[in-house]
């Protein structure tokens, strides 16, 4: 690995790493989603959709984001 970071080539395909879905993956797996409990594939794909979702919306609660309020949606 010392010797592939020495390269240009190496730098640059190592830093597209960072925008690789791997920590979402590791990020997913580890906190809100340890293990699949349904056993067909359209089920763990529905399964991991909503594992990704409550990712996300933990991120945006975390960020401190709100929703918009209804009254200024009506305005």
Do not use: D
């Amino acid at each position: 690995m010392k010797r592939k970071l020495r390269t240009k080539r190496g730098r640059k395909a190592y830093a597209r790493r960072k925008v690789t879905a791997e920590p979402v993956i590791g990020q997913v797996k580890n906190g809100v989603l340890p293990r699949f409990s349904q056993r067909s594939l359209t089920k763990v794909r529905g399964e991991f959709s909503l594992a990704c979702a409550v990712h996300n919306l933990k991120k945006l609660w975390k960020q401190g984001w709100e929703l918009p309020s209804l009254a200024a949606q009506a305005a």
